[in-house]
Structures are given as C-alpha cells and as structure tokens.
T-cell receptor, first 113, second 116 residues
Framework: KAGVTQTPRYLIKTRGQQVTLSCSPISGHRSVSWYQQTPGQGLQFLFEYFSETQRNKGNFPGRFSGRQFSNSRSEMNVSTLELGDSALYLC????????????FGPGTRLLVL | AQSVTQPDIHITVSEGASLELRCNYSYGATPYLFWYVQSPGQGLQLLLKYFSGDTLVQGIKGFEAEFKRSQSSFNLRKPSVHWSDAAEYFCAVAAYSGAGSYQLTFGKGTKLSVIP
C-alpha cells in the first residue's frame, strides 16, 4: 500500500497570507489527524477528522481549520499567517481498529516571512 | 490529562554500543504506547507499539521496548547501534477520546547522535 502523501512538501508565504495543505491517507484509512511540529513546542495536535467530521481539536486559534472529503483526503487551512506559524505540518492516517496507531506522511515545511 | 516525558534531550553513543532511551508517561487508564523515529526533514516512522500482553515488544530495525506499569515507563532499547540510527526518537501515548477516536500525545523527543 502507498503511504500517506502530503502536498506541497515546501511552501514559503508572507505574513497575512493564507495557505492550504493537502493530505491523502493510506488507502482504507478513514481517520486523518494533523500536527504542527516546531523546535520550541514539539509535536502539537491540531485536529482529527473522521467521516468528513471533525472529531477532536487541539488548542489552536480559529485561524487553523480543516476539512475532510468523502474519499478521506483532508486539507488544512491557515488564514492570516503569522511568523510563528512557520513549522513542519504533519498529517497522519489511522484505521480505527488499530487502537490509535497513526501513520505519518513526510510533512509540509511552511516558512512564513 | 495524559503526558509523556522524555528526560534526555540529546544522547551520544558510539557505533556498536547499546542504547536505551527513556520514556515516562502519565495516563489514568491502560495506556497504548508508541515509539516513532524521525530523520531530519522527514515524517515520523512507527518503530513499535504496546497495547497489552507481553511487556517486552519487538519493533523494526532491531529495536525493542519494555513496558513497566509500576514505573510508568516504556523505555526503548537496542543492543548494538548503527550509524544509520542517528535520528530523533519520540515516545507517545494514545488517549481514548470517544467514538472510536484516540489522540496521541508526544514527548519532546530525544536526539540520538552516533559516533563512528
């Protein structure tokens, strides 16, 4: 099976812009989670989607949003970008029968100037 | 709320030496525990996981981990380190959040350097 794919892999934006990141889960996985990874804060949970519905949400401002499509692909959007949003954004997919085991994509590196 | 502590930020070992990375967790119920490895600029790769049963679990790349409930620990070990093991290692605990969902909480990671 193909793994989790994320596009784009690298992105440069300026403050105030918005950005959309995409994630395609492993075939058959219906749950997608998003994480932000920074050197200072480590890995922080953003949100989880299952069956096109947000099931869990981390402690991030409303500028961070996401959605999931009927084919389980997911997008996350960050509006009004701030310098502090520069990070590696990781997507993970899971099969709900595996007790929370998540499989990660390679990530999207976002740099905000 | 659940939490994970990895006490060692950075560890350096010689190639061929044994390795132990420490992980302590806090969770009110029976934990589901994971170790992931991340190479620079890459995503996280699952090394191994513990759900129940045998407290010593085997993973990929020759790694193993031992669950000790009395110590709330899940330490990762490898008998002989290879230069390619240099990476950052993350311990995580999965907390059940209802309706079949689990949320992973990660430690801050331990960066492993390997001296030839």
């Amino acid at each position: 099976k193909a793994g989790v794919t994320q596009t784009p892999r690298y992105l440069i934006k300026t403050r105030g812009q918005q950005v959309t990141l995409s994630c395609s889960p492993i075939s058959g996985h219906r749950s997608v989670s998003w994480y932000q990874q920074t050197p200072g804060q480590g890995l922080q949970f953003l949100f989880e989607y299952f069956s096109e519905t947000q099931r869990n949400k981390g402690n991030f401002p409303g500028r961070f949003s996401g959605r999931q499509f009927s084919n389980s692909r997911s997008e996350m959007n960050v509006s009004t970008l701030e310098l502090g949003d520069s990070a590696l954004y990781l997507c993970a997919s899971s099969n709900r029968g595996e007790g929370g085991t998540q499989y990660f994509g390679p990530g999207t590196r976002l740099l905000v100037l | 709320a659940q939490s994970v502590t990895q006490p060692d930020i950075h560890i350096t070992v010689s190639e061929g030496a044994s390795l132990e990375l420490r992980c302590n967790y806090s969770y009110g119920a029976t934990p589901y525990l994971f170790w992931y490895v991340q190479s620079p600029g890459q995503g996280l790769q699952l090394l191994l996981k513990y759900f129940s049963g045998d407290t010593l679990v085997q993973g990929i790349k020759g790694f193993e981990a031992e669950f000790k409930r009395s110590q709330s620990s899940f330490n990762l070990r490898k008998p002989s380190v290879h230069w390619s093991d240099a990476a950052e290692y993350f311990c995580a605990v999965a907390a059940y959040s209802g309706a079949g969902s689990y949320q992973l909480t990660f430690g801050k990671g331990t960066k492993l350097s390997v001296i030839p």
